[in-house]
């Protein structure tokens, strides 16, 4: 109720924008990342970003606040409360269907290719980025989707949800972090691309995403517990073993040796 519902709310809201941080997962495969992916990430944002918005006010402004507070697709119900069950309301409802299928594979892709790029550094076993003869990461992407599929028998759907954007929330902490650091340690480093706004856009970025974190803690404590659970299980894991077995000279070191040549030449 109140305030406090209102943050409470916000690991739900995340989970509209989560996976957008995927686009640039595909840096490999674009032939100018420094201009293309920025212009996709922030283009999917804003796009995203105005949807919410107006199926928040559109939705609330139609059928009210106390039709859609329990709601699970409050724009078809909006539509079903003004103009009753129709064609409009079925099409809408078929869309949203549509969109939440493609929601899933892009799920698939950035959970694939972050297995892939993990194990081929020797983070996660090297088994995992093995590829098949159309050159994909077959295991990524499968014994990750056997995972989420027995999860998902679990019914606990509000739980994984959570989940998910707990652990998304942490890494944007961490991420605004590492910026933050490299920023002030290697102010002079070549940048392709350069965040408007630079560490103060970080530090908002940086509080934002330990509110959300802390939100989450407000809907369901043990959703901390079970997230650090499983962080502390990767720990342990690179702290015993992968930390002994990464491998060097991965296409990322590889490709930022060739960048520095030639830049010297």
């Known amino acids: 109720q109140g305030y406090i519902g209102i943050w409470a709310a916000v690991p739900y809201a995340i989970w509209f924008f989560l996976a957008v941080e ?5 840096a490999e495969e674009a032939k100018d990342p420094a201009q293309s992916l920025p212009r996709g990430l922030i283009g999917a944002m804003l796009i995203l970003a105005a949807f919410a918005i107006l199926i ?5 402004g139609a059928a009210g606040a106390s039709v859609l507070k329990d709601s699970g697709a409050p724009l078809v119900d909006a539509l079903v409360k003004v103009y009753g069950h129709g064609m409009l309301a079925n099409f809408v409802n078929f869309v949203g269907l549509a969109g939440l299928i493609a929601s899933f594979f892009s799920i698939i892709y950035a959970y694939s290719r972050q297995i892939f790029a993990l194990s081929r550094a020797g983070y996660l076993p090297t088994s995992l980025s093995l590829t098949n003869k159309n050159k994909s990461p077959y295991l990524a992407v499968i014994i990750p989707g056997i995972i989420g599929f027995l999860l998902s028998l679990t ?15 942490i890494s944007y902490v961490l991420m605004m972090m590492a910026h933050i650091k490299l920023r002030i340690s290697q102010p002079n480093v070549y940048r392709p691309y350069r965040t408007p706004g630079g560490i103060f856009t970080s530090s908002i970025a940086l509080i934002l995403s330990i509110v959300a974190v ?3 803690f407000l809907v369901d404590p043990k959703v901390w517990f079970i997230a650090l659970g499983i962080y502390v299980v990767f720990i342990v894991y690179f702290l015993v073993y992968s930390r002994h077995h990464l491998i060097s000279g991965t296409p990322e070191e590889e490709f930022a040796s060739i960048k520095a040549a030639e830049q010297e030449l």
């Open 155 to 169: 019914k606990q759907g509000d739980l994984l949800i959570l989940i998910a954007v707990f652990g998304a929330t």
């Open 56 to 60: 928040l006010i559109l939705s609330a």
């Open 22 to 26: 995927g686009v640039p997962l595909a």
């Open 214 to 216: 802390v939100a989450g």
